[in-house]
């Protein structure tokens, strides 16, 4: 450290690649402080340049993404959020200027016109950038930790599933013939649309009832390509197909035996379908013809009136001279609606909701963690109230105390006064406790042994071996314990 002829004191050191460095500070004693912080994080190793971090934030992201490796698609999808959103805001941005408040600001911006998902990705990259900035000692912290998304609740309230009912019923009847194949496979076997439109016929196995999932295909700018793996390792799998999704591709394959490598569902020249041209000329009209997003009905001969919701939560109208004019101008005008991904989410929650092990839907559907199962596409059924109720409608889980038969050789031991007042049961007895048999066996009153230990044929507890002895081994016993304030029951088997 030395004095410099203006009276400040300069700070120098050299970094951890030998070469010379200074900073000048007011006093003597922030010098030292600056020294002693310098020379402290060059020997735990996380030193960072003061002067490196006024490489722009442009020109960073060139270097970036020449050492990057990713997909295709992934490639594309970066390109388009850095052009549309990241490089008109911190392209010319230092990265040391680049701090919490300004990125917080930014992305509260983005939410008042992008999605909350979409505005995370966006944060999500910006976030990635700068921490591959940290790793090369430009910065020394990620200035997008702790910001916060604007959440849009109008935007979360929407549904993201179908029950059975309502897609056999209403919208599997609404799809065209020729394409209820692949809404089929999504919804019977929780296919992605990419594994659904890149699935070849030689993955497909009627006779067992088997898809294998392997084949994928990816959209890009140039076209749709089809890729030999699906999105992640636990994608490759073999999924069960239900009867219906069965019978529908037998339809579609007919009497004649496909070319293995022939896609299961291709479009008129062979090749896989575009989302984008799926969704706009057979999704979002099947979705109004089946009344789940807005509705067409004939109000006159050769009148037909349209009603779809709009962004603001209004429904427009109009009338239209077919039905054919009316579906498409509601599909095209529509804002909103279930999406083709979405019958995997509903998949995945018929499993769930109907007691499939996490484990088994997760090695179904190609996620690698439980987590992802539950969390992002386990979702509340319509019927939850009436499941609750179910689980109490068994009448073995109701307590009805019968009146005990008089038996002469045995009687119950007298009650004191006192502990029958006070509502206890009688010491060294029952404590109350009865067995309850599935098969309609006679409730035997037990002897006074507490816990939850199970009791064989052999048990000594039981004071009626005869009625202990007709009950078949597989009988289910409920032991009831009853005490002033609670009831417990707790399952064995006799």
């Not at 722009?56 to 549309?84: I, K, N, P, Q, Y």
């Not at 897609?167 to 496979?185: N, Y």
């Not at 496909?258 to 062979?270: C, I, K, W, Y």
């Amino acid at each position: 450290m030395s004095k410099t002829p203006a009276g400040t004191y300069r700070a120098n050191w050299r970094d951890s690649a030998n070469r010379q460095k200074a900073k000048t500070f007011r006093t003597k004693k922030e010098a030292n402080a600056y020294l002693a912080e310098v020379e402290g994080a060059i020997n735990r190793g996380t030193y960072v340049d003061p002067h490196a971090g006024r490489m722009r934030f442009g020109e960073f992201v060139t270097r970036w993404l020449a050492g990057r490796s990713v997909e295709v698609r992934t490639a594309e999808r970066t390109e388009s959020m850095l052009r549309a959103h990241l490089l008109p805001q911190w392209a010319e941005w230092p990265l040391a200027r680049i701090d919490y408040l300004a990125v917080q600001e930014w992305v509260t911006n983005l939410g008042r016109t992008l999605a909350p998902s979409t505005t995370a990705k966006h944060l999500g990259m910006l976030s990635m950038i700068m921490q591959t900035a940290i790793r090369a000692r430009l910065i020394a912290v990620n200035p997008c930790e702790g910001v916060r998304i604007p959440r849009n609740r109008a935007g979360e309230a929407r549904a993201g599933t179908i029950s059975r009912e309502v897609f056999l019923g209403r919208l599997l009847p609404a799809v065209p013939a020729e394409h209820r194949g692949i809404v089929c496979a999504a919804a019977g076997a929780g296919l992605r649309w990419g594994e659904c439109a890149g699935l070849p016929w030689e993955a497909v196995d009627l006779d067992r009832g088997l898809v294998h999932v392997a084949q994928v295909a990816v959209e890009t700018h140039g076209g749709v390509v089809l890729r030999a793996y699906p999105k992640t390792r636990a994608g490759v799998r073999a999924v069960p197909m239900p009867r219906f999704l069965v019978d529908e591709l037998r339809r579609r394959r007919g009497a004649g035996s496909p070319d293995g490598r022939a896609l299961v569902f291709a479009d008129r020249d062979g090749g896989p379908h575009r989302r984008s041209n799926f969704r706009r000329r057979v999704w979002l009209p099947s979705l109004v013809r089946a009344g789940l997003l807005g509705r067409v009905t004939e109000v006159a001969p050769g009148r037909w009136l349209a009603v779809w919701p709009d962004r603001d939560g209004r429904e427009p109208r109009a009338e239209f001279a077919t039905e054919a004019a009316a579906v498409a101008h509601a599909a095209a005008s529509a804002v909103g609606g279930l999406r083709f991904h979405d019958l995997r989410h509903s998949y995945i929650t018929w499993l769930v909701t109907d007691g499939v092990p996490v484990n088994v839907v997760r090695r179904v559907v190609g996620h690698e963690k439980a987590s992802t199962t539950l969390d992002r596409y386990t979702h509340t059924p319509d019927d939850y109230a009436d499941r609750v109720r179910l689980t109490f409608a068994d009448d073995s889980l109701t307590f009805r105390p019968a009146p005990h038969p008089a038996d002469p050789e045995n009687p119950p031991p007298p009650v004191p006064e006192g502990e029958a007042a006070k509502g206890r049961p009688p010491s060294g007895g029952d404590g109350g406790r009865l067995w309850f048999g599935s098969g309609g066996v006679e409730p035997n009153r037990l002897s006074g042994h507490g816990g939850c230990n199970r009791r064989g044929p052999s048990a000594p507890g039981l004071r009626t071996p005869a009625a202990r002895t007709s009950m078949p081994q597989s009988t289910l016993i409920r032991r009831v314990l009853f005490t002033p304030r609670k009831a417990k029951f707790i399952d064995s088997c006799l």
